[in-house]
């Protein structure tokens, strides 16, 4: 019985959301606070019923209820518990379930945390995010129902989760991405709100500014997860491959990047108004953009999810009706935002306007790259790819721009740059950098790359204009301490992101143009050398696991004759399904990876094998520096002034 | 000029520098870096470029795996039931690589029709998958390039 | 009302991009899909045991004659879990279906089809996937129309719902009749 009332529970969100974007903008439009008011409570309605759904289908997966339809074909009776509960979401119908669930969620964070909102601009950002629920909510009900049972035919068992899910890095990776995706929906909500009240003083970007931070923070940890996932799962040591799927989450985190600095523009300086609006709207259209590309099956093949155009054809309805509308409604009352403030052309203002610019650009090359084979199908010239190195060279070119700009951007100050010396300054930090960029990677490694100079001496540059900062700020105080202190949370935030930023650059920077990858015919008792490391084939054995059977490699390394590691790479064969998975053998430390793959036995003793051997220096910074500057996000927000009670007031002043 | 006038002059300079070299960066990327799909039966019929890397698709030929001994290269024949190609790879086969299997080859022709494959892409077995699986997996097929 | 004609272009530009994916939605349009060549030929011959016994050769003269769906299946395949049901209730309705266990085991295809009932008028063994291979199957699992001249008419990729039948496949198959 318990799926039909999950079912019930869905239908009943379904009509409270459909109640909460109807009713408080009503209460707008007629100007009736009474009607404005319901929001918070029909927010809370929509989380309760869809947050009951959930755990309903939780419970249909935990307890082996396969007369659902879902829980058949994603579970089994054998999974551990906790993989049970995590392919509720491994499949389409429970992702949308868990994706309007998290948008709930953020809108009762909304309504609980905004409580100083005015009751108009509450009830309209309440709303627009009633709209989005509701619209996503008739897509899981109309053509996604988790809750589909397959009766009268029960099956005895579900069909297997894939070996290569049952891991800890995929439970975590889609509802962190999600969560970035759908909060981007509350900046959105608090633009269109604005759009539609008309008021477009600094308080909307003050309330939103938390919010944007949050989700992005999310969004940069999912995207994050996945990298690392596909590298140490994988097993072939690959970090990231720009495809469809990537893409379409590293697109609303460059807009959401652009849009974070913009806002910080708009709440200090009153200035780029138009464009916050804009940029919102945008970082929230590329998370839906996501969800369809992904989803439709108009990129990936006929095989991924939605098989029936009908589901895209939906999506795209969706977003069609959310982004159109919210563009014509800026279309129309774009014109309303007064600005107001100048700034000259060495200011920070002036550096966040290029980076914005430079983001944009990023983000839109990304989005043709992706789209120009779908672009080549729709006008029927030949089939093609567009391959990785394309967006390399694109992303790679734009970053040394965003870098150079930079490190002197955050030491500008808002409207007019007038300290004396700073051209000094400038100048010294641009000599260390690339000197320090030119002699340190040839002392270390003996070799020179132009690539590694360029990509170190902005590595170096951005540090120096950190370490440079903190002198600025410490310069004035008692003690260094009381400096630190004194310089407050926002500027902490920025500063670690930007020291993620840098973190993960150096990452890639030397990863990728230091990283060895060879691939070796191999027997038992062979040694191969490569560069500091002598890797010694021990043995080969064949080893039974719980659901496989794997080949294990024994494999010794060595560094100037001292063995620092011992790896045990698999290949693993899973008999229920037929999977063959590469488990790698990773000896991994904060300085270099030690990563060994076995590819395929070449002889019928299983005793010779085709190898894949890769040292590779830096790879754990680029996950690091994303964590860092997730955290430097959520530091900037525990600023005293986004809890202030004064707001409301000052929007009744501003009036 | 008044401030007002001078900031708008800025932005609107800023904006179209970003897109002119936007443009010309794309543009200068994507002629290097575009892989059109050619059939075996377009292969031998002449009408891929030699010297260009291209893509092409079809199935493993059964019985035309051939290992050359004490190396990593496999030589093998990829069919779309209309033409046959061969290829040449040095390097690790993905793990669905079969013969019977969907099949795609990145690579270089040479004169005789002979395709060098830098990478070769498997399909898999697998239907009616979530994104992120569908993804993962194609992932792990193309890592192995 | 004043409207900037600035502020109109990312409304262009979206309606430009909805446009090509509303397009290729509609046209079908599949960036991966490596072309079949099979479309409106001849089912490929083949000689195979049947699924339920080992020494009874099944060959392609043996089952042309009239029209029928040839469903590539297996117990691997998940998806073929969701699409059996289907294929029940199309087997009940007069549907002569013939089905293919696609690089499987002959224990375990058997006893999935006592479990979840025999929609197959035949069941094909195909264990290293020759017929499949000739046929050009990708994955599991996939229908092939094949009208009664032995002639392939259509191939569906990907599990048949009750959906996708009565608005687009039913109607391929009335035309085979």
């Known amino acids: 019985m318990f799926p039909e009332f999950g079912q019930f529970s869905l239908i009943l969100a379904w009509v409270f959301s459909l109640l909460l974007a109807v009713m408080p903008l009503a209460g707008v439009v007629l100007k009736k606070q009474a009607l404005q008011q319901t929001a918070t409570a029909l927010s809370w309605a929509v989380f309760f019923f869809l947050a009951v759904a959930f755990a309903i289908l939780l419970h249909a997966f935990y307890h082996d209820d396969f007369s659902v339809a879902v829980v058949a074909a994603n579970s089994n009776s054998a999974l551990p518990w906790y993989y049970k509960l995590s392919a509720s979401w491994g499949n389409h119908e429970g992702s949308m379930l868990l994706w309007v669930l998290l948008l709930s969620t953020w809108t009762v964070a909304v309504a609980l945390f905004a409580r100083t909102l005015t009751v108009e601009l509450k009830g309209s950002v309440l709303g627009v995010l009633g709209i989005i629920a509701f619209c996503f909510l008739s897509f899981v009900l109309f053509t996604s129902n988790p809750f589909e049972r397959i009766l009268p035919m029960v099956p005895a068992d579900g069909s297997d989760l894939n070996p290569l899910l049952q891991d800890i890095g995929l439970i975590l990776h889609p509802p962190t991405l999600y969560m970035g995706y759908v909060g981007f929906s509350v900046a959105f909500a608090f633009a269109v709100g604005a759009l539609i009240t008309g008021r477009f003083d600094a308080s909307w970007v003050r309330w939103s500014r938390p919010w944007t931070n949050t989700a992005w923070a999310f969004l940069t940890i999912g995207i994050a997860l996945g990298s690392w996932w596909a590298y140490y799962e994988l097993g072939w040591g690959g970090w990231w491959f720009w495809d469809p799927v990537e893409n379409a989450s590293f697109m609303p985190w460059l807009i959401g990047t652009a849009l974070i600095h913009s806002q910080a523009v708009t709440e200090k300086r009153n200035l780029f108004k138009s464009w916050s609006v804009l940029l919102a709207i945008f970082a929230f259209s590329f998370s839906l953009l996501g969800t369809f590309l992904v989803r439709s099956g108009v990129l990936t093949s006929v095989h991924a999810f939605a098989a029936d155009p009908e589901r895209g054809m939906f999506i795209l309805l969706i977003l069609g009706f959310t982004i159109g509308g919210s563009l014509l409604l800026y279309a129309f009352n774009a014109a309303k935002i007064k600005t107001s403030g100048s700034f000259e052309l060495v200011s920070r203002e002036s550096f966040l306007l290029m980076n914005n610019i430079l983001l944009v650009v990023i983000a839109f090359a990304v989005l043709f790259g992706t789209l120009l084979p779908l672009l080549a199908d729709a006008f029927s010239w030949r089939k093609l790819s567009v391959g990785a190195p394309f967006f390399n060279s694109v992303f790679n070119f734009l970053m040394v721009f965003l870098l150079s700009l930079l490190g002197i951007g955050q030491l500008l100050r808002w409207k007019k740059h007038n300290k004396k010396g700073w051209r000094i300054t400038l100048l010294i930090m641009l000599v260390s950098a690339v000197v320090i960029a030119l002699i340190l990677p040839w002392t270390l490694s003996g070799k020179l790359y132009w690539q590694v100079w360029l990509g170190m001496a902005l590595v170096f540059w951005v540090v120096a204009s950190l370490v440079n900062m903190v002198i600025e700020r410490t310069r004035n105080s008692r003690s260094f301490i009381a400096g630190i202190r004194k310089a407050g949370v926002g500027f902490w935030g920025m500063w670690l992101a930007h020291l993620g930023l840098v973190v993960s650059t150096t990452g890639v920077v030397l990863v990728s143009n230091f990283d060895i990858e060879k691939d070796y015919r191999v027997e038992e008792g062979d040694s191969v050398q490569l560069n500091n490391y002598r890797f010694d084939v021990d043995r080969f054995q064949i080893i039974q696991g719980p659901n496989y059977v794997a080949d294990r490699g024994v494999v010794s390394i060595y560094r100037d004759d001292k063995k620092v590691a011992e790896v045990n790479p698999e290949k693993r064969y899973y008999s229920v399904q037929g999977n063959v998975m590469t488990e790698a053998g990773i000896d991994g430390s904060l300085l270099r990876d030690l990563y060994v793959s076995m590819a395929e036995p070449l002889d019928d003793s299983r005793k010779v094998w085709s190898v894949r051997l890769q040292v590779k220096p830096f790879v754990s910074w680029l996950w690091w520096g994303a964590a860092l500057m997730a955290l430097g996000s959520i530091v900037s927000i525990t600023d005293r002034r986004y809890r202030l009670k004064t707001s409301s007031a000052s929007v009744e002043k501003t009036l | ?145 | 009302m004043k409207i900037r004609p600035l502020v109109i272009l990312p409304l262009v530009f979206v309606f430009a991009l909805f446009a090509l994916f509303g397009y290729a939605l509609l046209s079908g349009v599949d960036p991966k899909e490596v072309p079949s060549a099979l479309t409106g030929k001849a089912l490929p011959g083949f000689q195979l045991a049947s699924l339920q016994d080992e020494n009874t050769v099944i060959t392609r003269e043996e089952i042309i004659g009239e029209p029928m769906l040839m469903n590539i299946w297996a117990t691997w395949c998940s998806s073929c879990k969701y699409e059996h049901p289907v294929l029940n209730a199309l087997s009940a309705d007069g549907v002569k279906i013939i089905g293919i266990n696609y690089k499987d085991e002959r224990d375990l295809a058997l006893k999935w089809l006592q479990d979840y009932a025999d929609p197959y008028a035949l069941d094909i063994y195909d264990p290293n996937g020759d017929l499949g291979f000739d046929l050009g199957v990708t994955g599991a699992p996939e229908t092939f129309f094949i009208d009664s001249k032995g002639q392939v008419q259509y191939r569906y990729q990907g599990p048949i719902t009750h959906e996708i039948w009565q608005q687009s496949l039913k109607a391929i198959y009335d035309e085979m009749v």
Request: charged share 20%; aromatic share 6%.
């Open chain 2, 1 to 145: 000029m008044n401030p007002k006038r001078k900031q708008r002059l800025i932005l609107i300079l800023l904006g179209v520098c970003g897109l002119t070299v936007a443009v010309f960066l794309v543009i200068f990327a994507l002629r290097q870096n575009l892989n059109y799909f050619f059939t075996p039966l377009e292969i031998s019929n002449g009408a891929a470029p030699s010297e260009q890397v291209i893509r092409a698709g079809g199935m493993v030929l059964p019985g035309s795996i051939a290992r050359e001994d004490g190396s990593l290269v496999v030589n093998f024949k990829v069919t779309d039931y209309a033409a046959i190609i061969d290829v040449k790879y040095d390097g690790i086969l993905p793990d669905l690589f079969e013969e019977g299997q969907g099949v795609v080859v990145i690579g270089k022709l040479d004169d005789n029709g002979l395709l060098t494959a830098d990478s070769v892409l498997a399909k898999h077995d697998e239907t009616y998958m979530p994104p992120e699986v569908t993804h993962a997996l194609e992932q792990a097929e193309k890592a192995a390039k």
